[in-house]
């Protein structure tokens, strides 16, 4: 089993930052990837970014290239989504989600955190 607990969303302005932290705990997460995933009323679950736990590979969809940036701190067993020039758009509860896979897909993703809401006003 793992278990995945997210903080750090909020409410930022257009072009603010934020940072989320996923602390993860369990027995085998440091043999998987950790992805961040957002969800927006109405929408499907979207990829946001991926880290694999060995060895550091990383993946960001399009929209988050060039803003947001995933690392993991291996001492404090947590994953951080550093996201910058936010926009209105991301708006989202953002997961994060662990699986051993190296797809992007969230069915390939067995354990899931609670979620963080951030909302980026205009």
């Known amino acids: 089993q793992v278990q995945l607990v997210e903080s750090g969303g909020g409410l930022v302005q257009t072009g603010g930052s934020l940072r989320l932290s996923c602390a993860a705990s369990?027995?085998?997460?440091?043999?998987?990837?950790v992805g961040w995933f957002r969800q927006a009323p109405g929408k499907e679950r979207e990829f946001v970014s991926r880290?694999?736990?060995?060895?550091?590979?990383?993946r960001y969809a399009d929209s988050a290239k060039g803003r947001f940036t995933i690392s993991l701190d291996n001492a404090k067993n947590t994953v951080y989504l550093q996201m910058n020039s936010l926009k209105p758009e991301d708006t989202a509860l953002y997961y994060c989600?662990?699986?051993?896979?190296?797809?992007?897909?969230?069915?390939?993703?067995?354990?899931w955190g609670q979620g963080t809401q951030v909302t980026v006003s205009s």
């Open positions: 880290i694999m736990w060995s060895g550091g590979s990383t």
């Open positions: 989600a662990a699986g051993a896979t190296w797809t992007i897909a969230p069915s390939a993703f067995n354990y």
């Open positions: 369990g027995r085998t997460y440091r043999g998987y990837a």
